[in-house]
């Protein structure tokens, strides 16, 4: 039986799909922004491997990951399994998530989108720059994870 996606979910066009595939490339190769990571986490009922660039957050202290597009895959894959490895190159960094409560969460997407409006501002209904409190309403759709060291 099929599921529908959730309403959340933006699902990848083409051109999404083409440069994710390129940046995982260069990612793999150690060519990318310094805060861009290739995500590698297991399926959740497949146990297969899946991979997809990712943008890091650094904030107030914290990495953060956050699923600008909603509800993806590899959001429900990280929140099954619990943890997570970030590459870039040779280099590979096993971490925990923890999702944060929605309550918590406003604060840490404004500045997800402030960093990177360029890339992501397509995904949010609030532009980039809008007070904390504008973004509660996206917080529930919105998957926010602390990435914590020790995996």
Same mark, same amino acid.
């Given at each position: 039986? *099929? ?13 999404? !799909? ?13 060519? #990318?922004? $310094?805060?861009?990571? *290739?995500?590698?986490?297991?399926? !959740? ?10 943008? /890091?957050?650094?904030?107030?202290? !914290?990495?953060?990951?956050?699923? $600008? ?14 943890? /997570? ?14 999702? /944060? ?9 404004? $500045? ?24 509660? #309403?996206? $917080? ?10 020790? #995996?």
């Amino acid at each position: 039986m *099929l599921t529908a996606m959730p309403d959340t979910f933006q699902k990848e066009s083409t051109l999404d !799909r083409f440069f994710n595939r390129l940046m995982g490339r260069a990612l793999r190769l150690g060519f #990318a922004p $310094a805060y861009m990571r *290739l995500l590698e986490v297991r399926g !959740r009922k497949s146990g297969r491997t899946f991979t997809t660039p990712v943008n /890091i957050l650094d904030f107030n202290g !914290r990495r953060w990951l956050v699923a $600008a597009r909603g509800e993806t895959a590899w959001a429900r894959n990280a929140r099954a399994a619990g943890h /997570i490895v970030l590459r870039r190159g040779s280099r590979a960094e096993s971490l925990m998530v923890r999702e /944060i409560a929605d309550a918590d969460k406003p604060e840490v997407i404004k $500045a997800f989108l402030d960093r990177f409006a360029s890339q992501v501002q397509r995904f949010f209904d609030v532009p980039a720059g809008s007070p904390v409190d504008a973004f509660r #309403a996206t $917080a529930s759709r919105t998957p926010v994870f602390e990435l914590i060291a020790g #995996a």
